[in-house]
């Protein structure tokens, strides 16, 4: 059994020069990934000197290879889209677009146009089956290429009407499939509703059935193929339940934009996910179909929010007491230059900023070495029907998650080995397993929820979430103190992770090396917000990254003497030794006021 745990190479950094791309790879395998997803290259491989997309400039071509070589070396596993990002140029064929820069269309146009499914299967040969010149193989037939999604973001019951000059082609195809069926009539073309979604499912089941068709027959990929990798909602099951793999992303206070996209000034919530009984990881619990394994390939509890050291607990914990198949953050980093002279980080990029990086220290210990245990349960279902679009998972179900495993199939199913759900019938939640029962009430009372397992308790009042395991402990909370069974922390000023994980794979107890980290927020040197509480900034600042002062007393319940505490730098080599003091149950900090940037990270 594997977990992945990979990040995102988004953008000009699929392309590092051969030099970058071995410094590259050799920090991303030190920082525990075993896996990478490359996001948006199509652009960055592309020949934008000639008049169609499916061309290629061979030194970033061969760039990308030799990256994606040395990445397979690493021992790495590689997922990526078929498609992403790709614009529309005249030499494309493309009969109802004849040009356009917006990658948005082709998500559209691939549905309702024969002349794009054509180009999008072109591109999809050229890319798949051409050889790398440094693995001997093509990625259709590289296992280490063990992932494909086919459309990005792409469910059309989302997307159908999101470019205004495409609904004149979906109205009249719309039409053609009402007359074949002997159903027209002016009022029914003009409607939008049931006959128009089955319209639409009708096209996404036999657009998605082909592009599977071709990509496995035709070009023979190896990967396993995945889809509709957004959008929680029971009206997109049927189709997921026709793939073998599951994919999902999650966002914690994603970043909008009032004036311009992707310029300030930038709109945030500042808020936190614990407070909201881990809304934004427990809404894709539902879409796990029982049996399916299930990736997340983006996820990112975004900067500047103030809470986002939470995700280490959060994602870490729920996702492996859901016993997911993988974990990807969105994303390392979009630009190669940023790598090596490091910027301020944008919303999503992960390399420059320090809490985001040791969030997925946390990660690592709870979800990939396995520290939290899955759930044990007859996973929980919700099951679908005929759910129209935009009806997601009813709240009360996916939270339900937070518990012990969850999942949906269909209500015809005969799938054994899970407990169905209707909650469309009256008095639903009384006729859960006790457990989920309790649960329920628990919730309705914004009351301190525990796992089946024992190991995870989320109180949303408190905004604290314990995470309390044999080899890893971890506290996140707002003010003043919060403990487990290994780790106590008091006197803290502020919202702060402190975690504890046992490096020799000893119960902490027995363990005689620890590692500890204390996380509370970074902030780019010089930027600026409207107000205090951060909810609109308006200049995004520079390099060096400034962490906050936190203030803690940590005490960590060890066995034995002889105990030495050093700060550790991000490389792991030693910065300075920390005093501690000992006590009846073990040591704590004498001075651990978390003053100096290098009392981050801790080993004892």
Same mark, same amino acid.
């Given at each position: 059994?594997?977990?992945? $745990? /990979? ?8 392309? !590092?020069?051969? #030099? ?14 075993n896996?990478?997803? %490359?996001?948006? %290259? #199509? ?26 070589a040395?990445?397979?070396?690493k021992g790495m ?18 009969v ?8 948005? $269309? ?20 050229r890319?798949?089956?051409?050889k790398?010149?440094? @693995?001997?193989?093509?990625?259709a ?13 792409a469910?059309?019951y ?9 609904l !004149? ?12 069926k ?5 009022? *029914?073309a ?6 128009? =979604?089955?319209f ?27 889809n ?8 997109? =099951?049927?189709f ?8 999902q ?13 992707? =310029? ?21 619990m ?12 983006e ?28 974990l990807?953050r969105?994303?390392?980093e ?23 990086t040791?969030t ?6 709870? $979800? ?9 349960n007859a ?17 009360? %179900?996916?939270?339900?998650?937070l ?11 005969g ?23 309790k ?20 109180? !949303?009042?408190?905004v604290?979430?314990?995470v309390?395991?044999?080899r ?9 103190s ?8 008091t ?9 504890v994980?046992? *490096? ?7 363990s005689?090396?620890?590692?500890? $980290?204390?996380?509370?927020d970074? *902030?780019?040197? /010089? ?17 060096p ?17 002889g ?9 792991g080599s030693?910065?300075? !030794?920390?005093?501690?003091?000992? #006590? ?8 651990? @006021?978390?003053l ?5 990270? *801790?080993?004892l």
């Open positions: 059994r594997i977990r992945f $745990f /990979g990040t995102n190479i988004c953008q000009r950094l699929v392309v !590092p020069t051969h #030099e970058e791309a071995d410094v590259l790879v050799e920090r991303l395998a030190a920082e525990g990934y896996s990478v997803r %490359f996001h948006q %290259f #199509e652009k960055f491989i592309m020949d934008w000197s000639t008049n169609d997309t499916i061309s290629f400039n061979k030194v970033n071509l061969d760039r990308f290879h030799y990256f994606y040395k990445l397979r070396e596993y590689i997922t990526t889209d078929v498609y992403a990002s790709r614009p529309v140029k005249p030499g494309d064929g493309i109802e677009c004849r040009e356009s820069t917006d990658d948005g $269309f082709r998500k559209v146009l691939h549905f309702f146009s024969d002349s794009a499914m054509a180009n999008w299967k072109e591109y999809a040969r890319v798949f089956t051409m790398n010149p440094y @693995t001997g193989m093509s990625m037939e590289d296992p280490a290429l063990f992932a494909l999604n086919l459309d990005n973001e469910p059309l989302a997307i159908w009407k999101s470019k205004p000059a495409l !004149p082609l979906i109205s009249a195809q719309y039409e053609q499939w009402l007359k074949k002997n159903l027209y009539t002016p009022e *029914l003009a409607e939008r509703g049931k006959m128009f =979604q089955n639409l499912a009708e096209r996404q089941n036999s657009v998605m059935n082909e592009e599977m068709r071709f990509m496995k027959e035709e070009l023979g990929v190896k990967a396993i193929i995945t509709l990798n957004n959008v929680e909602s029971p009206s997109v =099951q049927p997921r339940d026709m793939l073998p793999l599951l994919d992303h999650i966002y914690h206070d994603h970043p909008s934009f009032p004036l311009n996209r992707w =310029q300030p000034p930038v709109a945030f919530k500042q808020n936190s996910d614990i407070a909201g009984y881990a809304k934004s990881m427990r809404g894709c539902p879409v796990r179909i029982p049996g399916k394994p299930m990736i997340i390939t996820i990112n509890y975004c900067y500047p929010n103030q809470f986002r050291s939470e995700m280490g607990a959060i994602a870490g914990a729920y996702s492996a007491l859901q016993d997911w198949d993988g990807y969105f994303c390392y979009f630009r190669r230059a940023n790598i090596f002279q490091p910027q301020a980080p944008g919303s999503f990029s992960s390399f420059s900023d320090p809490i985001s040791l997925e220290r946390i990660i690592w210990f709870l $979800f990939v070495r396995g520290d939290v245990t899955p759930a044990g996973p929980l279902c919700y099951t679908w029907d005929s759910e129209l679009y935009g009806e997601p998972f009813p709240a009360e %179900f996916a939270r339900l998650g518990i012990g495993r969850i999942g949906s199939v269909p209500a015809a199913s799938a054994e080995g899970v407990v169905k759900v209707n909650t469309g019938a009256p008095g639903w939640l009384s006729r859960l397993p006790a457990e989920f029962r649960a329920a009430e628990q919730f309705s009372g914004k009351a301190p929820v525990t796992s089946l397992t024992g190991e995870i308790t989320l109180d !949303p009042v408190k604290c979430l314990r309390v395991s044999p890893s402990e971890v506290l996140t909370f707002r003010d003043g919060a403990s487990g069974k290994f780790l106590k922390v006197g803290a000023n502020d919202f702060v992770t402190v975690s994980h046992s *490096l020799d794979g000893k119960p902490l107890p027995e005689r090396e620890l590692l500890l $980290f204390h996380l509370t970074s *902030l780019a040197s /010089g930027i600026r917000f409207q107000s205090p509480s951060r909810e609109l900034m308006l200049k995004d600042g520079a390099f990254m400034l962490v906050a002062r936190g203030k803690a007393d940590v005490s960590l319940a060890v066995s034995g003497d105990w030495r505490v050093d700060s550790l730098n991000a490389d030693v910065l300075a !030794p920390v005093e501690v003091r000992a #006590e009846n149950d073990g040591i704590a900090s004498v001075s651990y @006021t978390h100096r940037a290098h009392e981050t990270v *801790l080993d």
